[in-house]
């Protein structure tokens, strides 16, 4: 749900704020920068015995600083002038009622009261019947005007500016928007959260993201880079954001709010986020990519189709200017994300692409295939410049899943094949080391993915259970099984110590240390 909030409300926010902390040049010069005024009052209770008690003195200048507009102070002057008469004070109730823009509003729209008022003001002797015709009286009509003038005011609670920033730190640290667990710096950048002091293998499951409608399930997830939300894209085509401290939907994104939610016609396959969270490219099973902005869920374009089969993966380029795409046709693409027009094409897989991402340095492209091979491939020339195969004893090809920069070390790849081993390798080629659960078959990786430090590094296995080892040392740290049902993928937050699994019966998994 979106809430708009009034600029001349934030402004009163802050002239409260200087009011009750004594900044009287601040704020009298804020006033009158903006002419803008606070129109609030300490007590109504206050205000409202000062009008029954006839202490006009108070009531007039509280009324002066509260900038009520003149045609509703029209019952106000009009007792005081009055009640003046009243105490014989004549030349005061003659100077109110001929020189104050309320009494002379009274003598253009309201003639017959304001020629009362002259009658009364030109007696020599004061009578109250005269004064006060068709049975009212003094008190009832100053109980009649303090109610109608409180009507015009707020009475705002104190330290309304700090209570609304508390109340909004809450509400995000509810929607998994801030950690619970860091020192909130006002002014610091909100999408720059911090990772954990030390990385641990995640044994929690805490929430479930299920899917209502039988065989609708997610076929993709991933984390946004700044933490804030986790994405799906599921087989129907829909494209959902959540909270992923709870699993719930983000309903603060006004178009998940109202059920508009972005869509492709076709099962969503691949996604991936911009490198400043705005933007998310989603790959669709008919080889169409869609970008949209986040924040308003709007699809900043189309290519259509991008690809001749279904679209495995993209991957945005540092500036985000470019996009990198794989496919099951068995190229890479990469298009300009402003003309959408596809500047190279690379050629070379015998098989389906299945991971595609640009090297840390920008200069390379890496791709993993189901032919059993990681090409790296020259962006200017197009041209592939090395080929990692990957083998086993029982094929002498396997498909490579997936490959995940390290978070930790600039230019190692995390490779994973449908076997029992994750590589960790150099993006030039060097092989590294290797992580194994030893299991020799029916428990070949699906999925793998780092923690946020990049000292962990998890592979999800095809029976559901997931595997965690050191990336330093190579030794298993830990094991869990997460389901039973068919596994699809992994992916790790930026951080915190947590990922998302998701499988083909409908669920996403949340799991954390």
Same mark, same amino acid.
């Given at each position: ?8 409300? &934030? ?5 409260? !704020? ?31 015995? $000062? ?7 108070? &009531? ?63 007696? /020599? ?59 909130? $710096? #006002? ?13 641990? !293998?995640?044994? *929690? ?26 994405? @799906?894209?599921? &087989? $129907? ?38 490198? $400043? ?80 991402? %640009? ?21 200017? /020339? ?7 195969? %990957? ?6 090809? &396997?498909? #490579? ?15 994973? @094949?449908?076997?029992? /081993?994750?590589?960790?390798?150099? *993006? ?44 330093? @040392? ?33 669920? #996403? %998994?949340?799991?954390?240390?």
């Amino acid at each position: 749900m979106s809430i708009e909030i009034e600029s001349e409300d &934030v402004i009163r926010l802050i002239l409260q !704020f200087l009011k009750e902390n004594k900044f009287d040049k601040a704020f009298t010069t804020l006033e009158e920068e903006t002419t803008i005024t606070l129109n609030t009052m300490d007590s109504k209770e206050a205000f409202v015995q $000062d009008v029954t008690q006839g202490h006009w003195d108070t &009531v007039l200048k509280q009324v002066a600083k509260l900038k009520i507009p003149p045609r509703k102070l029209l019952d106000l002057y009009e007792q005081v002038v009055i009640e003046l008469v009243e105490m014989k004070e004549i030349s005061a109730a003659r100077t109110l009622l001929r020189q104050t823009e309320p009494m002379q509003i009274l003598k253009n729209h309201h003639p017959e009261r304001y020629l009362h008022l002259e009658h009364v003001l030109s007696r /020599t002797v004061f009578d109250s019947k005269d004064a006060y015709p068709h049975g009212t009286t003094k008190e009832k009509r100053r109980h009649i005007i303090a109610q109608a003038l409180t009507s015009q005011v707020a009475v705002v609670p104190p330290e309304r500016l700090k209570t609304l920033l508390h109340q909004c730190m809450k509400w995000q640290q509810n929607q998994g928007l801030l950690s619970c667990d860091n020192e909130f $710096d #006002v002014f610091g950048d909100s999408k720059s959260a911090q990772p954990p002091q030390q990385d641990e !293998f995640v044994s *929690e499951h805490y929430a479930t993201i299920k899917y209502p409608s039988k065989g609708t399930y997610a076929e993709c997830i991933a984390f946004s880079p700044n933490g804030q939300c986790l994405v @799906t894209g599921s &087989v $129907d085509g829909f494209i959902e954001l959540w909270n992923h401290s709870n699993g719930t939907l983000r309903k603060d994104l006004k178009y998940q709010a109202e059920d508009q939610l972005m869509a492709m016609d076709e099962s969503v396959i691949s996604l991936c986020f911009s490198r $400043d969270s705005e933007l998310l490219a989603s790959g669709s099973t008919d080889g169409k990519i869609a970008i949209w902005k986040i924040q308003s869920g709007y699809c900043q374009r189309r290519f259509s189709p991008a690809h001749s089969q279904g679209v495995t993966c993209v991957a945005f380029s540092k500036d985000a200017s470019q996009l990198l795409s794989g496919s099951y046709d068995q190229t890479l693409k990469i298009h300009s994300t402003r003309s959408g027009k596809s500047l190279k094409k690379f050629i070379g897989h015998s098989k389906f692409v299945n991971s595609a991402l %640009y090297s840390s340095d920008g200069m390379r492209v890496l791709s993993g295939s189901s032919d059993g091979t990681v090409k790296i491939w020259d962006i200017d /020339t197009e041209a592939c410049i090395h080929t990692l195969p %990957y083998e086993s004893t029982e094929s002498p090809s &396997v498909a #490579v899943q997936s490959l995940t920069l390290s978070p930790k070390t600039a230019g190692q790849l995390l490779v994973c @094949t449908k076997s029992n /081993t994750l590589s960790l390798v150099q *993006e030039k080629g060097a092989f590294i080391r290797a992580f194994s659960h030893n299991i020799e078959t029916g428990s070949e990786f699906v999925a793998s993915a780092f923690s946020p430090l990049g000292e962990l590094a998890y592979g999800l296995s095809e029976k559901g259970v997931l595997y965690c080892f050191n990336v330093a @040392t190579g030794v298993l740290v830990g094991s869990r099984p997460i389901t039973d049902t068919e596994v699809i993928g992994l992916a790790g937050h930026p951080f915190t110590n947590s990922i998302a699994c998701n499988d083909d019966s409908g669920n #996403v %998994y949340l799991i954390k240390a």
